[in-house]
């Protein structure tokens, strides 16, 4: 079997995502593509999109909430006719074009704007190939009612109910989470961990993930728990690939021994069973990793969007914690690192929720 992944450059999750479904489909001896669906409206297009997503989502965060609840009230943003979609039918010839010449087997999308691209192809010229769409948020993102794909994989089955009223048909419904990285559902133990990543193993460690876009005031988060927490409690906090950041903490906080800044982390999985407690914002894929290690949350939500969807979800299942100010969440992370029950009574509750690897289930979809 042959299949093509379209994703989009707004943010890592959706690209990580896509490797995760790939990992699985070369495991089962299966080959697979993964493309920029914008690519095939125009590469300026694309890089508009990425570009102007990142800045809004990084500098602007309230506007781009704005445009987000926009979209929720105003259905008819996401109509064929609207400026949206018009948009994205001038690539729909040439993706069509790819498919057919690619020979695929079935296309899965990780994005929104390609399952758009992929159902006005299938209701105008329709391709004998398996489709799919991916949700990776905790929510029916809006114009869900316009897709029609074969299948719609959604991250719970709590959520089937929220997904069918937003318009999806209920026998397209697969409810097996959202795919993630095949390494992380192998843990460490956390003492274990420890030792790998160059920690006390008697320490308690707070790990601080900013994302690819690197929203929030982690900044003045990390300046507070470094004069808050004793010697023995240690943080670590991922910068990704945001390099101004990581050089202004690392000047920042070089003379705080307990505080380690890091940029690209290379096994996030060994980090995070290293971890007593994670700190990040509730984008879709962080939570869900986090999910999978069991590792309890603080959530910060600075964006809004489709990620307050996501902290809601895990906040009301037991498994994250979320406050306002800066000095809020400190004071948080630092009372949950001292309270070992809460954490494991959280670390309990995001094991209940635990699935088998969603890559797999949807892989087996596609071949079935």
């Known amino acids: ?10 943010g890592g999750g959706h690209n990580s995502c896509a490797r995760a479904i ?3 489909l070369q495991r089962r001896g299966h080959t697979y593509e993964t493309d920029d669906a914008l690519l095939y409206v125009s590469k300026g297009t694309s890089r508009f ?19 987000y609840q926009y979209a929720e009230e105003h259905p008819a943003s996401f109509d064929e006719s609207s400026a949206a979609c018009r948009i994205l039918q001038r690539g729909c010839k040439r993706l069509r074009a790819a498919i057919v010449q690619g020979g695929y087997d079935a296309v899965v999308c990780v994005h929104l704007f390609p399952a758009l691209m992929l159902t006005f192809i299938q209701r105008q010229q329709p391709l004998p190939v398996r489709t799919m769409f991916i949700a990776t948020d905790y929510t029916a ?21 929220e997904f069918e009223k937003n318009g999806v048909r209920p026998e397209t419904i697969l409810p097996c989470g959202i795919p993630v990285r095949e390494e992380l559902y192998t843990c460490l133990p956390n003492r274990e961990a420890k030792l790998a990543v160059g920690l006390e193993p008697s320490h308690r460690h707070l790990v601080m993930m900013t994302g690819s876009m ?16 004793p010697p023995e409690y240690d943080v670590t906090v991922a910068c990704s690939s945001n390099r101004q950041l990581l050089r202004r903490m ?6 705080k021994p307990n505080i380690h800044i890091r940029g690209f982390i290379s096994n996030v999985s060994v980090l995070m069973d290293s971890a007593d407690l994670f ?30 969807p996501n902290l809601n979800f895990f906040v009301s299942h037991g498994g994250a914690a979320t406050a306002g100010t800066p000095e809020d969440i400190a004071a948080l992370c ?8 809460e954490r494991l009574i959280m670390r309990q509750s995001l094991l209940a929720m635990k699935q088998l690897p969603a890559a797999q289930a949807i892989c087996g979809r596609l071949e079935g």
């Open 1 to 10: 079997m042959k299949v093509l992944i379209l994703s989009c450059n707004t």
């Open 22 to 24: 790939g990992t699985e």
């Open 49 to 67: 999109v990425s570009n102007w997503h990142v800045r809004f989502y990084r500098y602007f965060p309230k506007l781009y909430n704005k445009g």
């Open 141 to 161: 993102s809006p114009s869900c009612d316009r897709m029609q794909l074969d299948t719609c994989v959604i991250p719970d089955a709590s959520l089937r109910a």
């Open 214 to 229: 690197g929203c929030g005031p982690m900044e003045r988060i990390t300046e507070l728990l470094a004069n808050s927490l």
């Open 250 to 255: 690392e000047r920042r906080f070089a003379d």
């Open 279 to 308: 700190l990040t914002k509730p984008g879709g894929i962080s939570t869900t990793e986090a999910m999978v290690k069991g590792l309890p949350m603080v959530l910060v939500n600075v964006v809004g969007g489709c990620e307050t």
């Open 334 to 341: 630092k009372e949950l690192l001292e309270n070992d029950e």
